[in-house]
Structures are given as C-alpha cells and as structure tokens.
C-alpha cells in the first residue's frame, strides 16, 4: 500500500524543531483570539465597548483580537474578565489534536458587534475545506 503524500504544511513543520514549535505557537494564538472573538459576538459586545470595559484602548483590543500583540495568559484573563466569561482549557496528546482552523468575517469597526458564522468551515492545516 502507498503511502500518503506529505502536505507542504506536515513538510514544514517537520522540517524542524523551531518549525514545528512555531506553528504550534501560531495555531494556539489562533484558537485563542478567534474564542475570543466568539464570546464577543455571543455576548454582543463591540472592540470599543471591550475597550472601555477593560480600560484599554481601540487600538489595544484590535491589536489583540487580530494576533499582533503577544497575548498573555493576564490578558486573555482580563479580557474573559470584561466580558464576564470563564475559559476551560485541555490539554490532549498530539495524536488527538485536530486542525482548528476556521473562515469567519470579524468586523473592524469598533462601533459594530462581532459577528460569527455558525455555519463557518473546519479547515484542514493548510487551510481547504
């Protein structure tokens, strides 16, 4: 039986080390920013009510909600805080993880609330339905 062949995603992040780490790191900025984008829009809250609620500014919550800043743990924590929301996280074996990837539009203007489609598509690791 022939093996299958490689994406160019699995090449790279089997390339090396400091590969595979810094797509793990990507794809945990990834899920992170783009929960929090949910609870933004389940909660109807727009980046500058967020803002004013966190005591932070426009640009700060848009920086962090786009992946530009580093995001810490005390931030995501302050964030959840502002919008009265908890986080649950797992920790699965790498054979368990699936890709988490996902197309949905998140509007820039600070005036109007997040919006996610609950019909948006799992993507694969390189980003095809």
Not at 30 to 48: D, G, H, N, P, W
Not at 66 to 76: C, E, P, Q, Y
């Amino acid at each position: 039986m022939e093996k299958p062949a490689t994406t160019d995603y699995q090449n790279f992040e089997n390339s090396s080390d400091e590969a595979r780490f810094s797509l793990r790191q990507e794809r945990m900025i990834l899920q992170v920013t783009q929960a929090l984008c949910e609870a933004l829009a389940e909660a109807k809250i727009t980046r500058s009510d967020l803002a004013k609620r966190m005591g932070k500014s426009q640009a700060f919550v848009s920086q962090i909600l786009a992946g530009g800043r580093n995001l810490t743990l005390r931030t995501v924590a302050d964030v959840l805080t502002a919008i009265e929301c908890e986080v649950d996280v797992r920790v699965k074996s790498r054979g368990a993880c699936k890709p988490f990837l996902r197309r949905f539009p998140v509007p820039w203007d600070a005036q109007t609330p997040f919006q996610v489609d609950d019909e948006a598509e799992v993507l694969d690791a390189e980003g095809a339905a």
